[in-house]
T-cell receptor, first 114, second 112 residues
Framework: DGGITQSPKYLFRKEGQNVTLSCEQNLNHDAMYWYRQDPGQGLRLIYYSQIVNDFQKGDIAEGYSVSREKKESFPLTVTSAQKNPTAFYLC?????????????FGSGTQLSVL | SQQGEEDPQALSIQEGENATMNCSYKTSINNLQWYRQNSGRGLVHLILIRSNEREKHSGRLRVTLDTSKKSSSLLITASRAADTASYFCATAFTGGGNKLTFGTGTQLKVEL
């Protein structure tokens, strides 16, 4: 069953704590993306990766970090430097080889601050 | 900054009616895409229209693109209660690779 899996579905963070959101895909896609969605808003790009061991900042990278050690995995760490982390986080992937291609999305992680 | 702005922000119609939502963007694009999001879920791709296309159909969906006005519209015909969701336009702007920039979305409610 191919697709993108995000975990956990709900996550709570204490002040000063780093938390990591998982994103795994078995679609053999090279490109992966992290978006943040605030209530009633559109999606904003945090980080993206076009290939293993390489990633670039998106529009709102401050307070976040990523790694891309494996093709299948693109975890996002929300650091203590992110002062307003409460949001819905979405991971997406694509082949990265066609400029006219759709993205496939995971089901999201809702992060809340305790 | 977000590339796309959508209009209206919210739309409520009766089942069987048509729903039209609009998207405007700011810079040159390679393509424009529409996605659907059910509450608390991920996005699902609906349709992609390339910059050299003017109209595209997929089932009950019709998308138009006017690059001179930097705008697009999504028409859902004969709407159903199951169409209730948020709809987002997303643009792949020229020189931006495969990154998508999303609009603010239209919340559609289809009532029985």
């Amino acid at each position: 069953d191919g697709g993108i899996t995000q975990s956990p579905k709900y996550l709570f963070r204490k002040e000063g704590q780093n938390v990591t959101l998982s994103c795994e895909q078995n679609l053999n896609h090279d490109a992966m993306y992290w978006y943040r969605q605030d209530p009633g808003q559109g999606l904003r790009l945090i980080y993206y990766s076009q290939i293993v061991n390489d990633f670039q900042k998106g529009d709102i990278a401050e307070g976040y970090s990523v790694s891309r050690e494996k093709k299948e995995s693109f975890p996002l760490t929300v650091t203590s430097a992110q002062k307003n982390p409460t949001a819905f986080y979405l991971c997406a992937s694509g082949t990265g080889r066609d400029r006219n291609e759709k993205l496939f999305f995971g089901s999201g992680t809702q992060l809340s601050v305790l | 900054s977000q590339q796309g702005e959508e209009d209206p922000q919210a739309l409520s119609i009766q089942e069987g009616e048509n729903a039209t939502m609009n998207c405007s963007y700011k810079t040159s694009i390679n393509n424009l895409q529409w996605y659907r999001q059910n509450s608390g879920r991920g996005l699902v791709h609906l349709i992609l229209i390339r910059s050299n296309e003017r109209e595209k159909h997929s089932g009950r969906l019709r998308v138009t693109l006017d690059t001179s006005k930097k705008s697009s519209s999504l028409l859902i015909t004969a709407s159903r209660a199951a169409d209730t969701a948020s709809y987002f336009c997303a643009t792949a702007f020229t020189g931006g690779g495969n990154k998508l920039t999303f609009g603010t979305g239209t919340q559609l409610k289809v009532e029985l």
